[in-house]
């Protein structure tokens, strides 16, 4: 009897119920109740002990250092975000928006994996001859990885479970967390209460049986992977690939990971052969910069240690009728009004009845207020339809009074932009001028007004 085994937990109030109902008949929360499987049903599960080697408490001075073995992917910025390498045994959750890339990432990473033991590739997306086809075109059937990755097209968790189990691989790729079903479950594939028991089946499977599990996991159009809090705490990475889908650049960032950073990015492109490194990542949101056109400005953004150059474009046209919009792509809209409105008062650039809109180029989302400075100077020179001249970037937070403020890693954005061959930085007055970078003229501008002076040069009258 399926039905026995599951009952849909109320995830405010813990009460349990044997249907589902929108609302909590206990606490009265609505959409609250998962499906989740009663444990009793499955003892082995339950009452596994910990392995007893783990259980003396030892001193703190007396603990080994966690000397983790790593396994190379072959990607570098994969690696890089990993912390290193893939950790054995380890759970690891790749997120993202359907078509940016997860199913080719992890297909090469399979392939890269493969050549330090089998990995067997799961998937519930696509038949056996539709991956043969993507391996062709990644050009993985020559090489060792035509033998030494396994695909099985399954949506059966138990399934996968057992094959993982007889053929015992390296790693385990699920592609996706949200195509394969338990049994013992009612709920559809996808549903927060599959999504979470299929999750933990797999963290056993590693933690039980050295396996590293690259779950695949797709994200709802709000930005956030199904079952996204029950998945997260559990799994030890949460990795997830971002970017323009119509463009060729993706980023990959660590938003957890219990082995290493969640400060590092990996830089990629989709080419036609797959995603690859991008040769040098400072300059890849650059655009096309190459003439100095009004509306554009290259600010330098902190992506963990890595500085990125990226150009910020700006549109302002009057407002044909209603409430003016501000449209803002990869930028934070809040800061975006608060730029207009201090452009406003503080430097006399009234934007209150043009639309607005302020983009990164490349498909690149951050949320640096190190970019204000490039933000304005950019709504300032499409307004004023003056350039700023090729060669310059500008770098500052702007506060509400129109003063410019130091950014973190100010230095080290300054430092990237003079080796990527920019000769001029519009920056924050420094309190300790620190040495300065061979090649780049650094000025120093107190206010957004004194910026604006020297990037547009000072207005008339
Ligand atoms: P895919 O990995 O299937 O995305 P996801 O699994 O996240 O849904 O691939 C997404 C896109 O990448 C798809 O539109 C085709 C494109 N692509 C390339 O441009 N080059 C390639 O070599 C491959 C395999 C895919
Ligand atoms: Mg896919």
Redesign the pocket.
Known sequence: MKRSQSRYVCQACGDSFLRWEGQCRACGAWNTLVETLVREASPAVHRRSPPASNSAPVPLANLSEADVARIPVGIGELDRVLGGGLVPGSLVLVGGEPGIG??TLLLQAAAGISRAGPVLYATG?ESGAQVRLRAARLGLLDGAAGAAVTVLAESSVARILESARAARPTALVV?SIQTATVDELEGPAGSVGQVRESALRYMELAKGDGIAVLLVGHVTKEGSLAGPKTLEHLVDAVLSIEGDRSGALRLVRATKNRFGSTEEVGVLEMGEAGLREVPDPARAFLGEHASAEPGSVVGATLEGSRALLVEVQALVAPTGYGTPRRTAIGLDPGRLALLVAVLGRRAGIGLGSHDVYANLAGGLAADDPGLDLAVAIALASTFRDLPVAAGTVAIAEIGLLGELRSVSGLERRVREAARLGFTRAIVPPARASGPASPGITVVAARTLREALDDALGPRDG
Do not use: L, V
Request: charged fraction near 75%; charge should be negative.
């Open positions: 997860k199913s997306e592609d």
